[in-house]
């Protein structure tokens, strides 16, 4: 039975106090049920058993379920690899086992006592139940029968995580739940086969974090099977099979000659990245003189380096990568053709039957990945035989660049995709933090799956850690992905955080999580270096430094609260990254507002730069606790920099971004005191750039009942005195939430909010006069502050123009119509703000014609019109691009009952190559279009947007009547009533 709701599943855990494997059906309960095996109870643990000539992985896996009982009860059980049909010695026992290799689970088949034919010979399934009177003299069995190796490792592992230990107990600390009794349900659980068949990770980037981790703990120079087989037992216990090791300065399969080995009996099934053909490694090809790359030049060398690799990798699970790229992951060079590329694939598939002397290569998994360059020879016609994988890429920023059409989802070798969690290339790397955020994940896998894209899911994950979060959801949707479907990926979140941390925290962890991922996948931190968060407009930048603080208070609320063996675990997947990211983000925007406050000539600036002089100790500070944890367990695991990027490549030192200073011995020009205004980079009194003209003038934006009800004004000290200052305002109804106060030599401003009595305003335009003097020289300033009170009619429903824009979050439509079964449906938590919405489904056999396809009506409400009557409507989108052969994403849109315009989002781009507008839009994690619509009048409207195709993901739309100013993310929110 699948937990339909989520208050079903919290109350279920709250009334058992068991864990599921995440998402998946629960047959273990730490109380006691009707018909329920005690496994563990009262210092007693069952035995396990195994046939000695099962799969050794399969017996390496049970030792850790021994292992993980121990953790969880203090007690290890028994394991007996026997080699016979039946068992002896005890009245009840754990029995694990793969049809057909142990003679166990075939006994009790033959026996009719327990049912496999819903799992046989399929790929990677498992069934796990209660067996009453299995062998003589035993009265019950705990069963985990898998279909084949992996399946029985998996049934295992699940176990393992609903007895309570996490995948990520060694690799990220969570601690097991200490139980002291542990029941197996008389249920049958039984799981597979995956959605997609090869599901793993790519270790990649691997400097500095990763190797020098590895070569410390190791005490070692090179990535051997003491790491890789941690690495290998957290893969399958994440129920993933596939692996690209670590290629830039490693021979996977000759710096140990157990890593190899190693892998395939855990049950890896070991590739090599994108552009290392034939299972050998760049670097072993670097190691020895060989001439040149270059197989127009150098075919017999290449060729044989090749047997060797297939020669080396025939005893063991392994997928080839097909094909060639230059040396070091670059295009090979200009002349080099397709006729050549075909030519190596050829010679390639010839080595392989050659080696494993067979006629039928099918039977080797192969796979060409189809990255940068090579998707363009694709795309002009070079072809590879039907059963070898198409691997697709996504633009290294998480959007798939091309899925299989109709006629490419036939192909014998299926299709997969290679996704990126880390990065490092332009038009920025980002290999520090994880800023993946799940809602997005799932758009565009959910789409690869829809898409047939199900034989291989890969994903670069750099150096693993900090990225646990986005690798456990990547793989429990590669498993189960209906199971996962958009509105269940806040339920993830609990899943995750109770398993994790526990009923009691759940809530609040995934909400942090959530949050935290939402905040960094909107703007890469590598990115913040220049003004990213608006200074003046829409408070932007200090909700963004507001919204970091908010997730840090809670996050050391939790941290103080939780045991001291559970904090390791949770600094590092939660805390760490909540706490190192509001660094990030603060320190940034205080550097800017330094620098502008300094040109402004206010004392504040160097307050500011002192302050970010605190963070960027502060942030080396987390990176130092990080490595500490647990006596330096993680030491340089967080050692990547990342404050201080000037182009795509890392800085090779952390920097302190620039700041700005006035000299505080010395007195502004122009007065002791200066004022700035919410909106204007300009200043009062004073000559500055942003200033329209003169002394004292710059454009006051329109204080509006709607849009901007209060704005503000900052009194700052230009003096090396202390100084008073007061304020008063000419209108009734204008009042000044301060107006006078004292301002020292080191410190400060005061802000002052300009607050509008709108029941007292005039109604329309009106005006109020400000002034601002410091009390020894008399005034300073002076400002005209516009006023615009309108009011809506009562019976109004939809977005409220203020300020000149209507800015409306997507999921808040006035309409939502259908067509057919077609409809626009929202994806909570995607994108920079609140959710996407998408029309689903998300394949479709032709695009919808305009005005046909499923709607959104937002009705909308203005109250002044541009001198030209002409608005614009900006919709923003996510950053998905063309991935549909011949049906680039496009919607269409009208205002009021105009005819409708169909509008192309993304760009045509050449074969192989990004389209033009893809550096903005990957930077900003947006994508904007823009038209413009003629009203006649002012007052009600409508805006329409329709799909033509689907995918496409909308966030916001904005309408921008005039009043739209710079800023990130656009204006907050327009009211709604
Ligand atoms: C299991 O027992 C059979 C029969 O005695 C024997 O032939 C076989 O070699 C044994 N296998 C193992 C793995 O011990
Ligand atoms: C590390 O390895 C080197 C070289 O094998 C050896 O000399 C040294 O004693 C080792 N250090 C530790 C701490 O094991
Ligand atoms: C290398 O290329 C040459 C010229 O095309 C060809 O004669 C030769 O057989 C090739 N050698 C191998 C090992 O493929």
Redesign the pocket.
């Known amino acids: 039975m699948l937990h339909n709701t989520l208050f079903f599943v919290v109350g279920l855990l709250a009334l058992t106090g068991s864990i599921e494997a995440l998402g998946q059906k629960k047959c273990i309960s730490f109380s006691s049920a009707s018909g329920s095996l005690a496994l563990a109870k009262s210092g007693n643990v069952l035995p396990i058993y195994a046939d000695n000539a099962d799969w050794p992985g399969v017996l390496r896996a049970a030792g850790d379920l021994s292992a993980d009982f121990k953790r969880v009860t203090g007690k290890a059980a028994k394991t007996q690899w026997l080699n016979g049909t039946s068992i002896s010695g005890a009245k009840q026992a754990i029995i694990v086992g793969t049809v057909g290799r142990s003679k166990l689970i075939d006994n009790l088949v033959a026996a009719k006592k327990l049912d496999v034919t819903d799992i046989k010979g399929k790929w990677e399934s498992f069934k796990i139940q209660l067996v009453q009177r299995p062998f003589p003299g035993v009265d019950t069995a705990f069963v985990i029968a898998g279909s084949d190796k992996r399946g029985s490792i998996y049934g295992v592992y699940d176990i393992s995580e609903q007895i309570g230990v996490s995948p990520w107990y060694w690799w990220a600390d969570v601690p097991a739940r200490r139980q002291n009794s542990i029941y197996a349900l008389n249920t049958v659980c039984q799981q597979g086969e995956p959605d997609i068949k090869y599901r793993g990770i790519f270790l990649n980037d691997e400097q500095p974090a990763l190797t020098d981790w590895v070569y410390e703990k190791w005490n070692t120079t090179v990535f051997g099977s003491g790491f890789y087989v941690t690495v290998f037992e957290l893969l399958l216990r994440l129920k993933a099979n596939y692996l690209w090791p670590t290629m830039w300065n490693s021979q996977f399969n000759a710096d140990d000659p157990k890593n190899q080995f190693l892998a395939d009996e855990y049950g890896i099934v070991m590739s090599t990245s994108h552009q290392e053909p034939m299972m050998r490694s760049t670097p072993e090809w670097n190691a020895k003189p060989r001439g040149a790359w270059d197989y127009s030049k150098n ?2 060398t290449i ?1 044989q380096y090749w047997v060797e690799g297939a020669q080396r990798a025939k005893p063991y699970e392994s997928y080839y990568v097909m094909g060639m790229r230059g040396n070091g992951d670059e295009p090979m060079s200009e002349e080099q053709n397709i006729a050549l590329l075909e030519k190596i694939v050829a ?1 390639q598939r010839d080595i392989i039957a050659k080696t494993y002397n067979t006629t039928d290569i099918s039977t080797v998994p192969q796979s060409w990945c189809l990255y940068k360059e090579v998707q363009g020879y694709y795309e002009n016609g070079m072809r590879v035989p039907d059963d070898v994988t198409l691997l697709w890429a996504d633009d290294n920023w998480g959007n798939i660049r091309r899925l299989p059409s109709k006629e490419e989802a036939k192909r014998k070798g299926g299709a997969g995709v290679y996704y990126h969690f880390d990065y490092v290339g332009d038009p920025r790397s980002y290999k520090w933090h994880n800023t993946n955020s799940i809602p997005k994940i799932w758009q565009q896998m959910d789409l690869a799956y829809e898409r047939e894209a199900r034989q291989i899911w890969v994903v670069n994950v750099g150096d693993l850690k900090p990225m646990e979060i986005p690798i456990d959801f990547f793989m429990s949707m590669a498993w189960d992905v209906k199971r996962w479907g958009k509105d269940k990926l806040h339920e993830w979140h609990l899943l995750w955080a109770e398993r994790e941390f526990g009923a009691k925290y759940a809530k609040d962890i995934a909400r942090l999580v959530e949050d935290y991922t939402r905040y960094t996948a909107r703007r890469k931190h590598e990115l913040l270096n220049v003004p990213v968060f608006s200074l003046v407009s829409y408070n932007e930048a200090q909700r963004t430094q507001e919204e970091w603080h908010t997730l840090s208070a809670l996050s050391n609320k939790i941290y103080r609260q939780l045991s001291s063996d559970a904090k390791p675990a949770y600094f590092q997947l939660v805390h760490h990254p909540i706490e190192a990211s509001r660094v990030v983000h603060d320190l940034h925007i205080k550097a800017q507002q330094s620098v502008l406050y300094a040109e402004q000539g206010r004392n504040t600036a160097n307050a500011l730069r002192g302050e970010v002089e605190d963070l960027f100790q502060e942030d080396a500070k987390l990176t130092k606790q990080y490595h500490s944890l647990l006596g330096g367990k993680w030491n340089h695991m967080m050692s990547q920099t990342h404050i201080g990027y000037v182009y795509w490549q890392q800085p090779m030192r952390q920097q302190l971004p620039q700041t700005g200073e006035v000299q505080l011995e010395e007195v502004g020009l122009p007065a002791p005191i200066v004022v700035t205004f919410e909106d204007a980079f300009g200043v009062a009194p004073g000559d500055n750039r942003n200033n329209i003209h003169g002394f004292n003038q710059f454009a006051f934006s329109t204080l509006d009942r709607y849009g901007a009800p209060t704005k503000y004004a900052e009194v700052s000290s230009m003096s090396n005195k202390q100084i008073t200052w007061n304020a008063y305002s000419n209108s009734s109804y204008v009042k000044l939430s301060k107006t006078s106060g004292r301002l020292g030599k080191n410190s400060d401003s005061a802000r002052v909010d300009i607050i509008v009595d709108w029941a007292k305003a005039p109604k329309g335009l009106s005006a109020a006069t400000l002034w601002f003097n410091s009390t020894a020289y008399g005034m300073t300033g002076q400002v005209t502050v516009p006023i615009r009170n309108e009011v809506v009619p009562s019976d109004f429903k939809g977005h409220i123009e203020g300020a000149g824009v209507v800015a409306i979050e997507a999921e808040h439509w006035s309409r939502n119509k259908k067509a057919g079964s077609a409809a626009w449906e929202v994806i909570p938590g995607y994108g920079r703000t609140l959710s996407g919405v998408s029309p689903f489904p998300s394949v479709t056999d032709a695009p919808y014609t305009a005005a046909q396809g499923p709607s959104l009506e937002y009705d909308i409400y203005l109250f002044t019109l541009p001198a030209n009557k002409s608005i614009s409507v900006i919709p923003y989108w996510g950053t998905g691009l063309n991935q549909n052969p011949g049906r680039p994403m496009k919607y269409a849109v009208a205002v009021d009952n105009e005819d409708p315009q169909v509008i192309q989002i993304v760009p045509n781009t050449k074969p192989g190559d990004v389209p033009p507008d893809w550096q903005p839009s990957v930077r900003d994690s947006v994508r904007y279009t823009r038209t413009n619509h003629t009203l006649s009048a002012v007052g009600k409207h409508t805006v329409k947007i329709w799909a033509v195709e689907p995918a496409v993901v909308l966030e916001r739309v904005v309408v921008n009547v005039g009043g739209l100013k710079n800023s990130y993310l656009g204006p907050p929110e327009s009211v709604r009533v």
Do not use: G, K, L
């Open positions: 075919n017999a060729y010679d």
